[in-house]
């Protein structure tokens, strides 16, 4: 008796959760057709990538990609961070997150991109940089080319890549910039913050044909303050370069964002309604506002362009 019980049961049960080996044999051929044009079609383009940079260091970039990041996957979208400062990583600090590999484990041949993801709160995935490692300061073009082109190969490519940069106007920076679809600028109130993001918006604009800029105002005291730096930005950009700018936001300057960085946690995460943390939510609010990105794919370097070449050069 309690044998039958227990077979009824697992029959109730393969109903339920249909095995491969249940799928009818007419099915299972349409399935495997199906399965193999899906491998030779070529991978199409869906994930939008954000690079975040601003010429200057300490303004405030590496807190605005974790913080933005973290933002949108808590709104539900699945969004990957690049931590594309690479030799000082501080993504994983700022998450208090403890990778075991880096991007130079990659470039090495040692593993993938795919085995670099760890994932974070909210389950937003992280590629780290490598804290220390000199060799990443050093990159040529060609390893930079070979990290971009690696993001081909994931198996299952985000709706969202933001990429933080490092401090400067290199090509490491430009490169990562020039390779997103959108840049965002973030600035403070600080004559050497102003002039470091018109160089690397003259960099990017004159060099690499970046066109569009979106302004974050960090640290200020209130709206008007960030109005005002957009705005002397914006002027002598437009003024004296072919591009067009505009105001993202702001995010406050917040002591509950240096408590949340010391905590190693988002602030977002740690405080949602903090001045700061509501900042960085309106940021990601404004990014499902964006149109189609203004670039074009033909003839650059970009991210999940779907040019699959072998990660080599190292
Ligand atoms: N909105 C803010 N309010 C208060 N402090 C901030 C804010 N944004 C950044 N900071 C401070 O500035 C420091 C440097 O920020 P960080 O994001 O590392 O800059 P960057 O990546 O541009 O070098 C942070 O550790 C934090 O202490
Ligand atoms: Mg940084």
């Known amino acids: 008796m309690n044998g039958a019980v ?13 095995t491969p080996a249940r799928v009818r044999p007419r099915e299972a051929e349409l399935f495997h057709q199906a399965a193999s044009l899906h491998a030779m079609t070529p991978p199409r383009r869906t994930t939008r990538t ?10 405030g970039k590496t807190t605005i990609a974790v913080n933005l990041a973290m933002a ?3 709104a539900g979208h699945d969004v990957m961070l690049l931590d594309g400062d690479m030799s000082v990583a501080n993504v994983d600090v700022q998450l208090g997150l403890t990778p075991l590999r880096h991007v130079g484990h990659m470039l090495e041949g040692n593993c993938t991109l795919q085995d670099l993801i760890i994932t974070g709160p909210h389950g937003l995935k992280v590629i ?20 971009i082109r690696a993001f081909d190969e994931l198996i299952l490519p985000p709706e969202y890549l933001v990429v933080d940069t490092a401090a400067g ?7 990562f910039a020039a390779a997103a679809d959108d840049v965002v600028v973030v600035v403070c109130d600080e004559p050497a913050s102003l002039t470091d ?3 690397l918006i003259k960099i990017l604009s004159q060099d690499f044909g970046v066109r569009r800029f979106h302004v974050v105002a960090n640290m200020v005291r209130h709206a008007g303050e960030a109005r005002r730096l957009y705005e002397k930005l914006a002027r002598v950009s437009e003024r004296f370069l072919d591009v067009a700018l505009d105001f993202m936001g702001m995010v406050p300057h917040d002591e509950r964002l240096r408590q949340a960085i010391r905590r190693q946690s988002a602030v977002v995460d ?14 990601a609010s404004a990014v499902d506002t ?6 074009s794919d033909i003839g650059r370097i970009a991210f999940f362009s779907g040019q699959s070449e072998p990660v080599t050069g190292w």
């Open 72 to 74: 949108m996957s808590m």
């Open 50 to 59: 954000l690079a975040v940079a601003a010429g200057k260091g300490g303004v």
């Open 128 to 147: 780290p940089g490598g804290s220390g490692a000199r060799r990443l300061a050093q990159l040529c073009n060609g390893e930079h080319a070979a990290v």
């Open 270 to 283: 740690l405080w949602p309604s903090s001045r700061s943390a509501m900042g960085f939510k309106q940021l």
């Open 169 to 175: 106007v290199s090509d490491n920076v430009a490169m």
């Open 290 to 295: 964006w149109g189609q990105p203004m670039y």
């Open 197 to 199: 993001a018109y160089a």
């Open 6 to 18: 227990t077979v009824d049961q697992a029959w109730g049960l393969q109903n339920l959760f249909p």
